[in-house]
């Protein structure tokens, strides 16, 4: 077997195992091997082939690497209990309370340590299964 068949099947065992993890850095080091698996076969040195892999692997990983940053991600839907009134059934010593809400009893905790302890609030966000309350309805 010629040592360009060896460059491109690395190549695309790479590529195929990047079908399954889809990260990117996978595919741009398959494709440096296979640029690489060129090289072997315009009968380069075996030192020439390793450097045309290497440096095309390290170009392509940090090229896919700005991509990946550069595309972000779409901020988190906000959760449709925001905005929502709650009413209180108890106050808790440690500053928390038990509030009604959706049928069904919910521990909360004040948004900040001001909020008076009144029986009417309006949920700000979530921290996990715990509402976050506040005196004020938050803006749409």
Do not use: C, K
């Amino acid at each position: 077997m010629s040592v360009e068949w060896i460059w491109w099947i690395a190549a695309a065992a790479l590529i195929a195992i990047e079908l399954v993890t889809g990260t990117f850095y996978l595919l741009a080091i398959g494709v440096a091997f296979a640029l690489g698996g060129v090289a072997a076969a315009l009968h380069s040195a075996l030192e020439v082939q390793f450097g045309v892999a290497a440096l095309l692997a390290i170009v392509f990983v940090v090229l896919a690497h700005r991509w990946r940053l550069g595309r972000g991600s779409e901020p988190p839907l906000r959760s449709f209990d925001v905005g929502q009134a709650v009413r209180v059934e108890a106050w808790n010593a440690d500053g928390t309370a038990r509030v009604a809400y959706r049928g069904t009893t919910w521990d909360a905790e004040p948004a900040t340590p001001d909020v008076p302890r009144v029986e009417s609030l309006y949920i700000v966000g979530t921290r996990g299964s715990v509402l976050v309350v506040s005196d004020r309805r938050p803006a749409a």
